[in-house]
């Protein structure tokens, strides 16, 4: 897109920007605070599967497996996660569910780092920096992109069944699904990290969590 177009494209899209990060940061919040209404059992519990797996990455278990597996195993969920929102977004109906999948990962993303940090301190701090951060700098962007081109596609659809404008409702089409494929090929890079890079990484602070 031309610097004319990328202007006018954020500023008719602006508020929906703005309402899926509101969206995905309350989720954010509200997996933070679930945290805390963990009972001492659950938290016990958590804490044993926990020191498994940071001992499994400090022997070295998790460089055995095939790292080529482990990056297509990941792709294969972003992709999943990726088709599941621009299957929603072909229907009006399924677009109260894109939000809902925005809220999830905020949870997911809060739930994981507030309880890292409340059960290690600094140190939980550092392994979220070091397992969570780097592939969701990508992942979180590319989902609230797909969500919005979800939304507007959506919206789109409304408009063209008052207005009977069935070639401007293909053009979108493919435009919609362009962005979505392109997004997904965005995503193999977090798939990268994941695979092939992340488990060196975590091996390095696994033995400071050791309990």
């Given at each position: 897109m031309r610097q004319?177009?990328?202007k006018s494209y954020m500023k008719s899209h602006l508020a929906l920007y703005?309402?899926?990060s509101v969206?995905?940061?309350i989720g954010v919040v509200f997996g933070a605070v679930m945290v805390n209404a963990l009972s001492l059992d659950q938290k016990q519990e958590l804490a044993r599967h926990l020191n498994y797996f940071f001992q499994n990455v400090d022997d070295g278990t998790m460089l055995g497996e095939?790292?080529?597996?482990?990056?297509?195993?990941t792709l294969g969920l972003h992709v999943k996660w990726m088709a599941l929102i621009w299957l929603l977004g072909l229907s009006v109906v399924g677009l109260p569910l894109v939000f809902v999948l925005d809220f999830l990962k905020g949870v997911?993303?809060?739930f994981t780092v507030g309880y890292l940090t409340g059960q290690f301190a600094w140190k939980g701090m550092l392994f979220a920096l070091v397992s969570v951060a780097p592939q969701n700098l990508v992942i979180i962007p590319v989902i609230l992109i797909a969500s919005v081109a979800a939304t507007g596609f959506s919206l789109h659809l409304i408009k063209s069944r008052f207005q009977h404008r069935?070639?401007?409702l293909a053009q979108s089409f493919w435009q919609y699904t362009g962005t979505s494929v392109f997004l997904t090929i965005v995503l193999s890079a977090a798939a990268l990290y994941e695979g092939f890079l992340s488990p060196y990484?975590?091996?390095w602070v696994a033995p400071m969590l050791l309990v």
């Open positions: 004319p177009a990328i703005m309402f899926v969206l995905f940061l095939p790292q080529a597996d482990s990056f297509r195993q997911l993303v809060g069935r070639g401007a990484v975590m091996k």
